[in-house]
């Protein structure tokens, strides 16, 4: 789903936390990153909560326990950077139609098994469901990102993840006719619109004055 949801300013439009958060990156499709909207510790908890992957409680205690532990949050940080450039390299090989490499999908088996350590079953509305609880781990936020990039990976939809026909942002396709190519039509799609109009009147121009000068 596209929202017009933004985060300091970055558009929300991967449709999957995980894509979201390779999305926290901005700057020409193919290309290094030119941004970024994850600076420390804190920001990535502030954008975990926007996000929904913790609620404001869940922020509150973490963000007092990174207080608490700098060094400790700094690693955690470290890590979420880390994971959010394997998820990079496994959803761009898939948005371009390649493999991922096989190392990249090792790295996400290997810290799903260990996020869902973490884990339990508990019951609701007679049945279970999976809960991270209330655990005070500073890597928490990671848990809901990793589990929702498996998710994604296992049971897809894989065809329609798509990069940006512009820019290195990567989203799930959602549209009926999987015609989508744009992060977003306000930013990317109305830069390609301007584009072709601006090419369009100059050729106009181009053979107005041919004809004139003919
Ligand atoms: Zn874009």
Redesign the pocket.
């Known amino acids: 789903m596209e929202t017009s949801n933004t985060f300091r300013g970055q558009r929300i439009?991967g449709g999957n936390v995980a894509l979201d958060m390779l999305n926290t990156q901005n700057g020409p499709?193919g290309k290094a990153p030119e941004g970024d909207v994850l600076r420390d510790y804190g920001d990535f908890l502030a954008w975990a909560t926007h996000l929904g992957v913790l609620t404001t409680t869940e922020e509150r205690r973490l963000r007092r326990r990174a207080h608490e532990r700098p060094a400790e949050a700094d690693v955690a940080f470290q890590r979420a950077r880390e994971i959010r450039a394997y998820l990079h390299e496994i959803f761009d090989a898939v948005a371009h139609g390649k493999p991922p490499a096989r190392a990249d999908l090792r790295r996400l088996q290997g810290d799903a098994a260990d996020a869902f350590a973490h884990g339990q079953l508990v019951a609701a509305n007679g049945g279970y469901r999976w809960s991270w609880g209330d655990d005070q781990d500073l890597e928490r936020p990671l848990w809901p990102i990793i589990d929702a990039a498996l998710t994604l990976v296992t049971k897809g939809p894989l065809d329609r993840v798509k990069g940006?026909?512009?820019?290195?942002?990567v989203f799930v396709d959602e549209s009926k006719n999987r015609s989508r190519r744009?992060?977003?039509m306000d930013?990317?799609?109305a830069e390609d619109k301007m584009r072709k109009y601006v090419a369009r009147r100059a050729s106009a121009r181009a053979s107005r004055s041919r004809i004139a000068s003919a």
């Open positions: 439009v499709a940006c026909a512009s820019c290195r942002f744009w992060c977003s930013d990317c799609g």
